[in-house]
């Protein structure tokens, strides 16, 4: 019964049809016992000997000694008792019918009456399932009077106002940050690369330049990818074949490493071909980030390592 999902519709209409329930069965109730009480109270017939004197019984001879009055008396109480019952009996199964006849019109109109009353939350959620950053503009603009669920309506159409300026706040400021990120590392690269074509350059500034092109065309995939992923509403869709192992050995070797050795943090590595699929940039800024905090918040001459789990998540001995 814990896992039972009810919709609120249906416990609603089972609440409507058992109050009538509960209500019509004290009303029965009721009604059975004052009935009772006024039958026993009212509901006598007397007989003495005084009404025998004037004539014979209805169907007697004339002449005919009366009765004894004790035994006529006690046949009557008997029969009027008996009459009392049979009455009783058809009015509590009448009355039985009846509650159960309109107890099934009470679940049918309260299941109605339900859907009805109920139609403006089920606005509400299909205008919430349908909203998204590009629909926010979307209001629910519920009309009807000033009850729970129009406050309801009202008070959801102020929140989407609300994440709208939100949501254009950050159109806005991505649109920024990506001319303000992309600008420095563009003349960067304009400034090696001309650095770079000059014949009197030596050798070790061309290694020098390459080294910091290389650097720069990552940090611009990484923006690229940070970008994207914020302006996007689901995660990453393009996905590339990854060896996950190959690309953490190499994350490490060129980003941790000076990091690592400044720290007085000895980085041990235990990794084997992993395949997997996902965005490039966005798993090694992952991986960077792992081993970065694992570095800064370790102790001095400390470890750290890197281990691969494998499918049963056991980690790989060192």
Not at 74 to 96: F, P, R
Not at 221 to 241: D, F, K, Q, Y
Not at 255 to 273: F, H, M
């Amino acid at each position: 019964m814990r896992n039972l999902r009810l919709s609120l519709r249906t416990r609603l209409t089972l609440i409507y049809g058992g109050l009538f329930l509960a209500t019509a069965t004290l009303l029965v109730a009721l009604t059975y016992l004052l009935t009772t009480r006024a039958m026993e109270s009212r509901f006598r017939i007397a007989v003495s000997r005084s009404d025998f004197e004037t004539g014979p019984l209805v169907g007697g001879a004339p002449g005919t000694p009366p009765p004894d009055i004790t035994r006529l008396r006690k046949v009557v109480n008997e029969q009027t008792a008996a009459q009392q019952q049979a009455i009783l009996h058809d009015l509590l199964q009448n009355s039985l019918l009846t509650v159960f006849a309109l107890c099934l019109l009470a679940v049918v109109l309260g299941y109605l009456v339900a859907g009805r009353t109920l139609r403006p939350l089920q606005t509400v959620t299909a205008t919430a399932r349908r909203l998204s950053e590009s629909t926010l503009h979307e209001r629910i603009g519920l009309s009807g009077p000033r009850d729970e669920i129009k406050e309801l309506a009202d008070t959801f159409d102020g929140m989407l106002d609300r994440l709208h300026r939100a949501f254009d706040s950050q159109r806005r400021f991505i649109t920024n940050a990506s001319h303000e990120l992309r600008t420095p590392l563009a003349i960067n690269r304009t400034v090696v690369e001309v650095a770079m074509a000059k014949p009197q350059t030596p050798p070790e500034t061309k290694a020098l330049g390459r080294k910091l092109l290389d650097t720069t065309a990552r940090h611009e995939r990484l923006i690229e990818g940070l970008l994207l992923l914020a302006r996007s509403e689901r995660e990453v869709s393009a996905r590339s074949p990854v060896d996950l192992a190959a690309l953490s050995e190499d994350t490490i070797d060129h980003q941790c490493g000076e990091a690592g050795g400044a720290a007085g943090v000895t980085i041990t590595k235990a990794l084997s071909p992993s395949r997997t699929a996902g965005d490039v940039l966005l798993l090694e800024r992952c991986v960077a980030n792992l081993v970065e905090n694992a570095i800064k918040y370790n102790v001095r001459d400390g470890n750290v390592w890197v281990l691969q789990l494998d499918p049963f998540g056991r980690g790989r001995e060192v």
